[in-house]
């Protein structure tokens, strides 16, 4: 390539700085000017408008996420504040419930005494019964056994004069006595 340009050149000279070659230049600089210039003007403000869109929408967004944490933030907040209360009535009802548990516990005894006394009273009342029914029965029982006895004694020793006269003192007895009640 070197041998190629070295034949295009005039005699002697590998490069000329002649008025030809400050045109050429010239127009290349101005080319390269204005191209800038026209791109610049025709991407630059887009890319820039590009650019700052972004920046926007990235701002925006970090600025949504900054909202939505500090609602995040705040909803914890609140639910740790309920939680607490929760904790704290979840308490209140288990020491409720527990008092209530030993009043009733203590009314079911106070209950479970009373009956126990009364049945204990109706179990005396009814032994106390028992014995006097007994105590009645075996009464009646030993005047019947006298009885029996007596009248067997007598009708073996007593012969009927005797009879008839005992059983004559009993009744003059009898009838000066008054009934009770």
């Known amino acids: 390539m070197v041998s190629l340009l070295a034949q295009t050149a005039p005699d002697g000279r590998v490069f000329g700085l ?33 650019l700052q869109n972004r920046a926007e929408r990235i701002q925006s967004k970090i600025t949504e996420s900054e909202a939505v944490m500090a609602k995040g933030n705040k909803l914890i907040a609140e639910y740790d504040k309920k939680l607490q209360e929760i904790d704290k009535e979840r308490v209140e009802i288990f020491e409720a419930a527990r008092l209530a ?3 009733e516990g203590k009314t079911i005894i106070e209950a ?8 204990k009273a109706r ?14 029965e075996s009464r009646l029982y030993i005047i019947e056994l006298a009885s029996l006895m007596a009248e067997k004694y007598i009708t073996q020793n007593i012969d009927d004069e005797t009879q008839e006269k005992i059983f004559e003192e009993t009744l003059a007895k009898l009838e000066d006595t008054q009934w009770q009640n």
Do not use: C, H
Not at 112 to 119: N, T
Not at 123 to 136: D, Q
């Open 123 to 136: 179990s005396m009342e009814s032994i106390s019964k028992e014995k006097a029914r007994l105590k009645e």
């Open 101 to 103: 548990a030993e009043e």
């Open 112 to 119: 479970a005494r009373k009956e126990a006394q009364e049945l």
């Open 18 to 50: 002649d008025l030809q070659t400050f045109f050429d230049m010239g127009i290349q600089l101005f080319n390269g000017i204005l191209l800038s210039v026209i791109l610049g003007w025709l991407l630059y403000n887009p890319v820039k408008q590009f």
